[in-house]
């Protein structure tokens, strides 16, 4: 007889926002609450994606509204959580998982891209949060997630230091709104994934082959992460099972921030034994 679902992780009857929801790890976070129960309001600029996320929400006998938005314009922002007022009425659960990123040289990196960046890491991810909270607070409860990366805690190179520099604010972000809101039921925690497969990541070591093993060298686990690695931690955090957790910023990295960069592992590329 299979074991039934402990009632802790149960999102039945609440409402979840997703970012970020026409493919990867929003796509997988979005599916995982409503596997669990959540029905939802799911947002991309990709109108052709996040629809079909919604047919696959909708599958499952929820409830899903895709929203095409750019959430880095702020007024669509607002526009955004007026139509989430009249279709819900409420959210419990906010994903912020969308966020924009850049490469270059940071001697050379344009200031209008460094601009972007962090507005669309900082400032549209404060808005969000702001906009989010705001309902919860009234509501005397709710949870928002944030995904960040583990380059906002330490640096990737390879010309990301824009995208480093949003990530590590996104972590402080994380920190300061718990501490403000934690106390009126309003928990804020973030998860730093290390290289998740998707179609970025796969273009990239297409075009350098030999980057695959500049990230697997990083990895005890031995494997990139997949999307779905996402749904278990974004439903514990979304639900009651973590009600005493709040401002944690959670690693989701196959073992990559615990490792000294001058450590093996087994099986590592390039190492034949861990004891070298």
Known sequence: MAALAHPLFDLSGRIALVTGAASGMGRAMAIGFAEAGADLML???????????????????????????DITNLEALDTLFE????EYGRI??????????????????????VQHVIHGLVVARFRACQLGGRRMLRAGRGSIINIGSVGGVTSLGRGQAAYGMGMAAVVQLTRELSTEWSSRGV????????QVMNAGLEERIAQSPELANVFLRGIPAGRFGKPDDIKGLAIFLASDASAWITGAIIPMDGGNLAKNPGGSHPGMPGIE???T
């Open 187 to 194: 928990r804020v925690n973030a998860i730093l994934p290390a």
């Open 43 to 69: 947002v991309d600029i990709n109108t052709a994606g996040v629809t079909q996320t919604a047919e696959q929400v909708t599958a499952l006998g929820r409830r899903a509204i895709p929203v095409t938005c």
């Open 92 to 113: 419990d659960i906010l994903g912020n998982v969308y966020g924009p990123g850049a490469m270059s040289r940071p001697e050379e990196t344009p200031i209008a891209e």
């Open 83 to 86: 139509e989430l007022d009249r």
């Open 273 to 275: 034994s861990n004891l």
